[in-house]
C-alpha cells in the first residue's frame, strides 16, 4: 500500500563552527529539503543540555561573527 503523503527529507547540518569562550555558541549550516541552505547560530544551555536558536541567515560571515560575539559576550542581543 502506498502512502498518499511523502514525508519532507530531513534538514542536514554540513559545516559547523563552534566557539567556546564565555559561553558555548555556533554557526551551522543546514541544508533544508527544498534545496535552500541557511546558517543558523545558536547558543548552548548547559543545564538542559539543547542548542538554542538564536538567529538564521544566508551569509556565511555573518553567521560566523554572530556566533563568536555571542560566545565572548553572553548578555549581548543580535539585531
Known sequence: MRSLFTKPPA???SDAVIFNYQQPARAR???LGTG???WLVETFDPLHKVWIWQQETSDMEQ???DARRLSLFPGVRLA
Open 11 to 13: 534538514p542536514v547540518t
Open 29 to 31: 549550516l543546514v541544508a
Open 36 to 38: 535552500k541552505k541557511l
Open 63 to 65: 553567521a560566523v561573527d
